[in-house]
């Protein structure tokens, strides 16, 4: 299976990459993860902080090729992610749902994930939460944009869950190190 | 003229604060801050992204397309400083092909001249 990468930018090209390839090379990574930490927790710990580091990163790359301006609130933010950022990303959109009356919270509902084709979860790792580097991702790109979220699985297809459901929750804008001229 | 990296750091940090406080002045709500500063013998560009992140750029007061190559150098910021797992953020950049593609990037704009890239 291949999937085209969404032509955004005059100067980001076509690219043909292998989907196994990523769930492979992800996969590696997940394992090597067991193997070096034994328990789960740890492994989960790492995912997240490692996806923190590609966040922070890759919401720079996503700036700079989609060119969509700030987001006014935090509905915005959602369609964005779900409908630009991961389409960019990862050729899915995700649909959006479970908006909390206040507006400060969502999930995200995945029918497919990437990271996840031909992937079973053992018993013996049955608190992994294998796509934890998702969390990461999305909480380091928006910590950089001055949104300070809190993102966790509450639905896995992997543990038998229909869906894949993310939860991402508003805390607080993060106003130390705001750029000027934002209000 | 080159500035030299001590001269480039001063002017760095005097324009953040000037940056800082020409955003606050601005009459207008929600300024976007100093895009551009003229004098007679340069002009310098600012572009600011959503990360806070500056690019600024000194050029011949006559120089077109300045915009669209601050665009340009944000996407090889997010290329190859970024994408470099060897690189930590806010540190001075020292990535080889950061600097070619700078380079290849300038080339473009300068024989662009005062008249602005060709369609």
Request: with cysteine; hydrophobic share 40%.
């Amino acid at each position: 299976m291949y999937w085209y990468l969404p032509f955004i930018s005059p100067s980001a090209s076509m690219h043909l990459m292998s989907s196994e390839l990523f769930t492979l090379t992800y996969g590696a990574l997940v394992t090597q993860l067991c193997k070096d930490y034994e328990n789960d927790e740890d492994v989960n710990k790492q995912l997240d902080k490692m996806g923190y580091n590609i966040g922070v990163r890759l919401i720079e790359d996503f700036l700079a090729r989609s060119n969509v301006g700030r987001c006014h609130d935090f509905r915005e933010t959602a369609d964005v992610i779900a409908k630009v950022a991961f389409k960019m990303y990862l050729g899915i959109t995700p649909s959006i749902t479970n908006w909390s009356p206040a507006g400060d919270e969502f999930s995200l509902i995945l029918e497919n994930n990437p990271l996840v084709d031909f992937v079973e979860l053992p018993d013996n790792h049955s608190s992994l939460i294998y796509s934890n580097l998702l969390c990461g991702v999305l909480r380091g790109a928006l910590e950089m944009v001055q949104m300070a979220v809190d993102v966790k699985f509450v639905q896995d297809t992997l543990k038998g869950d229909s869906v894949t459901e993310i939860r991402m929750k508003f805390i607080r804008r993060i106003e130390d190190n705001l750029p000027v001229g934002e209000e | 003229p080159r500035l030299s990296s001590n001269e480039k750091l001063m002017l760095a940090s005097m324009f953040h604060s000037l940056f800082a406080i020409g955003s606050q002045l601005s009459p207008e709500p929600g300024s976007s801050g100093i895009e551009m500063l003229e004098t007679d013998t340069f002009k310098l560009h600012c572009f600011q992204t959503l990360t806070g992140i500056k690019f600024v750029v000194l050029a011949d007061p006559r120089q077109a397309g300045i915009d669209s190559l601050l665009r340009k150098i944000y996407e090889i910021y997010s290329d190859f400083a970024l994408k470099n797992p060897f690189y930590s953020l806010e540190m001075p950049i020292r990535c080889e092909l950061f600097d070619q593609n700078l380079k290849l990037a300038l080339e473009v704009a300068e024989k662009a001249g005062p008249f602005g890239p060709g369609p």
